[in-house]
């Protein structure tokens, strides 16, 4: 035959065809899943040529797929953000302090010995066991970079509307050890880990004015006025001890309050646990007195 006419061999098909009949993944657990084998069996086909001691360790990530594929998807429930944190540029310290006790050694050298000493004493303030309880739930952390530490914490302050322009104020507050603290403050509470401003609001207005709500109150935040502003001043519960808090406030519409003034009463907040016992000897208050005053009146 002439080489000019000599026969060529059969063509491979493109490498695609030969994939025209296999199964596409069509899931996103499943893409998932193929996607995992496919990365065992590279890892495990470049190290079975190598002896065992020359393999690197691994540290492969543990997958696992749901069943249903709509876990995947999560959904924002909260129209507010989670509260910022307040210690930026600062390390953030994560002392574990067993007990009260353990906390009031650590504080000593750190703060002046005259305002340490006034806690708990003078009328107003709080004891080690208030800030010990505070760090125990999360509520309040130290930032130990600096002598003073910092105290640092988020707050929410519930601006309650009332009738004709008139916000709810608690006007002071009756603590047992029988001082009484003046307020004139809308209705304000530390955070707890995780919670976003608006449960927090909710579950204020439950803890301190639950009393007088019952089961009949309507709690309704305000679209849109929800505000943050960070301040750093010194701490009247705890004389000595500067504090960055940084303020999460919105406008919120109860009903069942009553119009003219009136008090309420906390129930108790911890069971038989250490905190109990912390609790049972930190300054705690007993009963808040609140009253109706113009919204031009309060600070923003």
Known sequence: ???????????????????????????LPELLFTTAISFLCLFSSSCS???LSSCPTAKLPFLSLPTNPRRFLRIPVMSLAKPSSPDHGHRHSRHQFATPQCLSDWLKPRLPSDSFAAWGVK???????????????????????TTPPIRSLNVVTARILGPNGT?????????????VRDR???LSEKMKPGENPEEAAFRAIR?????VLMDSGVIRIVPGSYMEKVEERGSVSYPGLPARYVLHSV?????????????TEEAEEYGDSEEKRAADKA????????????ADSVES
């Not at 916000?167 to 001082?179: F, I, K, N, P, Y």
């Open 207 to 211: 803890e301190e004015l639950g009393s």
């Open 167 to 179: 916000v709810l104020v608690e006007s002071r507050q009756e603590l047992s050890d029988g001082s």
């Open 251 to 263: 406008d919120v519409v109860v009903e069942g309050l009553p119009e003219g003034e009136f008090s």
């Open 184 to 186: 004139c403050r809308p």
């Open 283 to 294: 300054v705690s208050v007993k009963k808040h007195y609140w009253k109706w005053v113009s």
């Open 123 to 145: 009328p107003g303030t709080k004891n080690v066991h208030n800030l010990w309880l505070e760090l125990a739930e999360g509520e309040t952390s130290l930032l130990a970079d």
């Open 49 to 51: 040529s190598a002896p």
């Open 1 to 27: 035959m002439s080489p000019h006419h000599r026969q060529q061999p059969p063509s491979t098909p493109p490498p695609h065809h030969q994939l025209t009949n296999a199964h596409k993944p069509t899931s």
